[in-house]
Structures are given as structure tokens and as C-alpha cells.
T-cell receptor
Framework: DGGITQSPKYLFRKEGQNVTLSCEQNLNHDAMYWYRQDPGQGLRLIYYSQIVNDFQKGDIAEGYSVSREKKESFPLTVTSAQKNPTAFYLC??????????????FGPGTRLLVL | QKEVEQNSGPLSVPEGAIASLNCTYSDRGSQSFFWYRQYSGKSPELIMFIYSNGDKEDGRFTAQLNKASQYVSLLIRDSQPSDSATYLCAVIPSGNTPLVFGKGTRLSVIA
């Protein structure tokens, strides 16, 4: 089955700790995205990548970092500089940019909680 | 800032009625429009997309696009309690910019 997987489902972070959220896709999609969703809020874009070894900041990149070493994988690190990391984190992918190819499909999400 | 606006709701409709969800967007050059459904605690799932002015139907769902008015809507016919969820409108703006999401409208279908 093709799809997007995210792990872990729940993640607990201690003060001052960096944590990494995993996102893997086997859809052969070029573009991948990370969003943050707070309760009762919409999706806010953290980072996105349209091609391997390249990525761009979204609207709320401060306190986060990413890498895109493989087409299938786009891990997100929440650093200690992110002072309010508690949220639902969603990874998405799309075939590419361009009409008809930019539809985004989402993974199941990771819920990050601060201890 | 390229914005997508939705009424947060909740929108309550009786079972079997038509639910009408609305969305406006600020960038007149936007080309692609999407509706996602998100159940509580779950990730968004694509309902449908629309590119051209007019209506697009898929089962009980109809998307309507009016680019002149910068308005896109989603109609759900014969609403069921299982349709109760938050519906997210999303738009691809002009330029090399990713999808922009509205904050969503919460729909409650009352049995």
C-alpha cells in the first residue's frame, strides 16, 4: 500500500531537549511538507521541500530544522529554541508543483507534548 | 499575505439536509482549490479539488468556484452524522507558493 507514515504517534519532550519526528512516503512524490496545528486552529506551514537536498522555510520555521537527503524521507527536528512545541504535527507530500500535481496527501500525524 | 477565510462555525444542520460551506481567498491569481475533511484528532483527508469556474460533483459533494468573486464553496447533500467534522479550504496562490489553508469550518450534523 502506498502512503505516508509518521512516527511516533505520540512524543514527549523534556525542557531543553531536541526531538526528531519522522516522515516517510512511498508515493514517489517529489514535494514534502511539515505543518503544525494547534487546537482549534488551521494548519501552519513550517518547512517544505520540492526536491532532494533542497528545502524552504514556511511561515513558522523558527525553532525547527529539517533535512531532505532522500526523496522518501523528510524528518523534522524540534529544537530547544522552540519554546511552545506542544501541537499536532502533520507531514504531507505532493507529486510536484504545477496544475494537477500539487494535491497534498497527509500522514496520520504526531502529537508532541512537553513534560 | 495571501489569505483564505472560512467561518469557524459550528454549522449545525439536520440529518438529510444540505450543508453549505464557504471560503473566500485574497489572491486573485489563485489557480487551484481544495477541500479537506478532518475528523477530531485525525489528519486531513482530501475530499475534492477544483480548478475551473463552475460546479464539480463527486457523489454527495459539490464544489463550486467563482473566481470573479474569489469564492469557493462545498455543498454536502443528504448530510449524515458521519459528515460531522472540520472542513478545511485550501488554495494554491499565484507565484511559487505552497498551499494556504483556511482555519476550517466545524460542521455538526444532528440526527
Amino acid at each position: 500500500d502506498g502512503g505516508i507514515t509518521q512516527s511516533p504517534k505520540y512524543l514527549f519532550r523534556k525542557e531543553g531537549q531536541n526531538v526528531t519526528l519522522s516522515c516517510e512516503q512511498n508515493l514517489n512524490h517529489d514535494a514534502m511538507y511539515w505543518y503544525r496545528q494547534d487546537p482549534g486552529q488551521g494548519l501552519r506551514l513550517i518547512y517544505y521541500s520540492q526536491i532532494v537536498n533542497d528545502f524552504q522555510k514556511g511561515d513558522i520555521a523558527e525553532g525547527y530544522s529539517v533535512s531532505r537527503e532522500k526523496k522518501e524521507s523528510f524528518p523534522l527536528t524540534v529544537t530547544s529554541a522552540q519554546k511552545n512545541p506542544t501541537a499536532f504535527y502533520l507531514c504531507a507530500s505532493s507529486k510536484n508543483r504545477g496544475m494537477g500535481q500539487e494535491t497534498q496527501y497527509f500522514g496520520p500525524g504526531t502529537r508532541l507534548l512537553v513534560l | 499575505q495571501k489569505e483564505v477565510e472560512q467561518n469557524s462555525g459550528p454549522l449545525s444542520v439536520p440529518e438529510g439536509a444540505i450543508a453549505s460551506l464557504n471560503c473566500t481567498y485574497s489572491d486573485r491569481g489563485s489557480q487551484s482549490f481544495f477541500w479537506y475533511r478532518q475528523y477530531s484528532g485525525k489528519s486531513p483527508e482530501l475530499i475534492m479539488f477544483i480548478y475551473s469556474n463552475g460546479d464539480k460533483e463527486d457523489g454527495r459533494f459539490t464544489a463550486q468556484l467563482n473566481k470573479a468573486s474569489q469564492y469557493v464553496s462545498l455543498l454536502i447533500r443528504d448530510s449524515q452524522p458521519s459528515d460531522s467534522a472540520t472542513y478545511l479550504c485550501a488554495v494554491i496562490p499565484s507565484g511559487n507558493t505552497p498551499l494556504v489553508f483556511g482555519k476550517g469550518t466545524r460542521l455538526s450534523v444532528i440526527a
